[in-house]
Antibody
Framework: EEQLVQSGAEIKKPGESLKISCKGS????????IGWVRQTPGKGLEWMGS????????RYSPSFQGQVTISVDKSISTAYLQWNSLRASDTAMYYC?????????????WGRGTLVTVST | DIQMTQSPSTLSASVGDRVTISCRAS??????LAWYQHKPGKAPKLLIY???SLENGVPSRFSGSGSGTEFTLTISSLQPDDFATYYC??????????FGGGTKVEIK
């Protein structure tokens, strides 16, 4: 079964750093882009950026460029989303998703999400 | 960015009902539209891509139509498993791709 398994919920304080993960299995992980999508009550679903595991080519949404870092460790089929200094506004559910095998920019496999809560 | 507007935001329906969800793009996206189903605590599920192509394994009661700026997701006969939130997503402009605000299908 093709799946993406995300790391567990996190509770952090403003200013702290965080790295969440997304592990792929059941398919050739290095062959397909992995994207990160943020979900908040106010703004809904927002694509943050994507990475191609084979060569770590990374693309960011202009809204998230410089705010987060997307990385990958292809040796363990895992993609990451990282913050250096969290803000309360980063509180959200974060999903990883695989770009479709058709090569178009929709997503055919999703993780269950990682809830990040940033609060004093 | 291309704005995607879904309507209604909430829909109350009964098992067996025909359900229609609309998605409008702020500019033409040709047929580059996907639909997803999302249930709380679960991974979103791809239903439809390229506006009307059914993803493998998705029941045939789901169908998509439209082109340009107006799109529709139809559930021909609502089943208990279909109560969920549905999202559209455009991928005509992939930087960034954008999603609709969601339509929650509730039990009437």
């Amino acid at each position: 079964e093709e799946q993406l398994v995300q790391s567990g919920a996190e509770i952090k304080k403003p200013g702290e750093s965080l790295k969440i993960s997304c592990k792929g299995s059941g398919y050739s992980f290095i062959s397909y882009w992995i994207g990160w999508v943020r979900q908040t009550p106010g703004k809904g679903l927002e694509w943050m950026g994507s990475i191609f595991p084979a060569d770590s080519d990374t693309r960011y949404s202009p809204s998230f460029q410089g705010q987060v870092t997307i990385s990958v460790d292809k040796s363990i089929s895992t993609a990451y989303l990282q913050w250096n200094s969290l803000r309360a506004s980063d509180t959200a559910m974060y999903y990883c998703a695989r770009r479709a095998t058709t090569g178009y920019w929709y997503f055919d496999v999703w993780g269950r999400g990682t809830l990040v809560t940033v609060s004093t | 960015d291309i704005q995607m507007t879904q309507s209604p935001s909430t829909l109350s329906a009964s098992v067996g009902d025909r359900v229609t969800i609309s998605c409008r793009a702020s500019q033409s996206i040709v047929s580059w539209l996907a639909w997803y189903q999302h249930k709380p605590g679960k991974a979103p599920k791809l239903l439809i891509y390229k506006a009307s192509s059914l993803e493998n394994g998705v029941p045939s009661r789901f169908s998509g139509s439209g082109s340009g700026t107006e799109f529709t997701l139809t559930i021909s006969s609502l089943q208990p498993d279909d109560f969920a939130t549905y999202y559209c997503q455009q991928y005509h402009d992939y930087s960034p791709v954008t999603f609709g605000g969601g339509t929650k299908v509730e039990i009437k």
